[in-house]
């Protein structure tokens, strides 16, 4: 059973940066495509950045490109989120998530995803 563990979320200013941190468990993730979503108030659940687990190709939404970098940690099992510039547009609930993808999809592949973390809450003030 695949697990995920988000932690990292709070409280920043506009223009400061937070890394979350997703701890995966429960099997090999070789085969797997890992992402961040995030979901605020009244808004739909939106994709942010996803790393294919085995080669670290990674791919962003344009709202957080050049702002955000999404990593992983092979040895610790562990993706990161690593957010610069943060704006209050960027508060939400951010989730992790996790699926097995074919190779050929992994340079764009945005979901479905079939695990998914609780979510850590960001909060960036004005």
């Known amino acids: 059973q695949v697990q995920l563990v988000e932690s990292g979320g709070g409280l920043v200013q506009t223009g400061g940066s937070l890394r979350l941190s997703c701890a995966a468990s429960g099997r090999s993730f070789d085969t797997y495509v890992m992402g961040w979503f995030r979901q605020s108030p009244g808004r739909e659940r939106e994709f942010v950045a996803a790393?294919?687990?085995?080669?670290?190709?990674?791919v962003y939404a344009d709202s957080v490109k050049d702002r955000f970098i999404i990593s992983r940690d092979n040895a610790k099992d562990t993706m990161y989120l690593q957010m610069n510039s943060l704006r209050p547009e960027d508060t939400a609930v951010y989730y992790c998530a996790a699926d097995q993808v074919s190779v050929r999809r992994w340079s764009y592949y945005q979901g479905p995803y079939a695990y998914w973390g609780q979510g850590t809450q960001v909060t960036v003030s004005s």
């Open positions: 790393v294919s687990w085995n080669v670290g190709i990674t």
